[in-house]
């Protein structure tokens, strides 16, 4: 028999693991069986996901920059990808204020539900603003400063510190173009070799996902908040999901545009890492697959990959952006106030720079979400509304946020002549690994 291609049996490693959380949720003892013995394998495989990022980044971002030679190619690379991660953050907010000004999800909320839902959720809303406000407290240059490691042992130790890394690396790179390239040679086949062992690294940790997404996913559904709850709030979260699912339209339709791959090739190559997105909330797990499934099946040369992925994982979160925006309006309109039009162009700017200063990890785009509604006025309370349906939609964001870098680092690849033809078609797993240009 035919083996199961590696999006299937992820697909049905979920729906395996929520039919199973729900059959045991009619016995007493089956909330504790799936948290006691079910959840900490998805733990595990999402550790190891994560165990990969940062000797991942610094492997190949490292090889990636020494690549290109000279500096005014990088630079050059570096402004394409930060304006397209900008342009394409800014459609996706345009987006989610277009939809939530449409539908006007919050003029369906009683009164009574609000409260309901603010009792509920208060507590845990309470420390996503106690979060935001301790960044919020710190100087207009402090993202800056914190970009800068002062100790690149430190920065690795901590998933969150993402840009330090990317900092060290490209730092790390830029110098290794500048010496001598005989002397450069063996550092660069160094990181070369650890690359391949990372690669393969992910390639183990794969084989593992579809049980690793039935662990998460069961686990997902036992700890779910009532479903009257979710009722109430079905409508702003439609205008999430259906802002979401235009913005993979956009990039569909972008990355057509601009590279010629059919909309069928452009997501069968992505599938397998917007799954995990889905299934892990987050974007600096799933960059290892993300990483892999852009290079060998959309055929896009590892110097641009190495260098805009990492980048966008933890700068463009289209998907959390546009999230933002609808919540920002939703809460306003629940609360029974009138945005102003200069309050919706500010929640354009604050949107995209709050998602550009969250983390890739699951819920950080709630903690953001904070600033942006306190720079638009809005009840901070709010949050405490939305609380009970974040994790669902964070699913989905970060899917989006995903399906984004992936996009944009077609169009970089393409503008630099560095788009070939895919080691892999769509969904054959089983192709050779490690080829090298
Ligand atoms: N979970 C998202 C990500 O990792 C961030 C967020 O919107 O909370 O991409």
Known sequence: MKKLALHWQILLGM????????????????DDFIGDWIKPFGTIFINALKLIAVPLIL??????????????????????????????????????????????PGATIG????????????????????????QKEAGPLQALVDLVPENIIGASGDNRNMLQVIFF??????????????????VKDFFDGFNEV??????????????????????????????????????YALCVVLGLALMIGVYILLVWTFTRHTPSSFLSGIGPAQLLAFSTSSSAATLPVTMERVEEHLGVKREVTSFVLPIGATINMDGTSLYQAVAAVFIAQAFGMDLSLGAQLGIIATATLASIGSAAVPGAGMVMLVIVLAQAGIPEAGLALIFAVDR??????????VTGDAAVSMMVAKSQGKLGVPHVKDWDDNYPKNKEE
Do not use: H
């Open 198 to 235: 990372i690669l393969k690294m992910i390639d183990l940790i794969m084989l593992a996902a579809p049980y690793g997404v039935f662990a998460l996913l069961a686990a997902l559904v036992v700890e779910a908040p009532s479903a009257d709850l979710f009722a109430a709030l079905g409508m």
């Open 111 to 134: 009164e009574d539900t609000r409260d309901e839902l603010v009792e509920a959720y208060g507590g845990d809303a309470e420390l996503k603003r106690q979060d935001a406000q301790r």
């Open 169 to 186: 690396a490209i730092f790390f790179g830029i110098g290794l173009i500048l010496i001598p390239e005989k002397t450069a040679q063996p």
């Open 59 to 104: 492997a190949s971002l490292i090889k990636g920059v020494s690549d290109l030679k000279d500096i005014s190619s990088l630079s050059q690379m570096g402004l394409r990808t930060i304006l397209t991660y900008v342009i394409t953050t800014v459609i996706a907010v345009s987006i989610g204020l277009g939809v939530v000004n449409v539908v006007k």
């Open 392 to 401: 669902p939609l964070d699913m989905c964001r970060t899917t989006v946020n």
């Open 15 to 30: 729906a395996l693991g929520v039919v199973f959380a729900l059959v045991l949720t009619n016995f007493s003892w089956g």
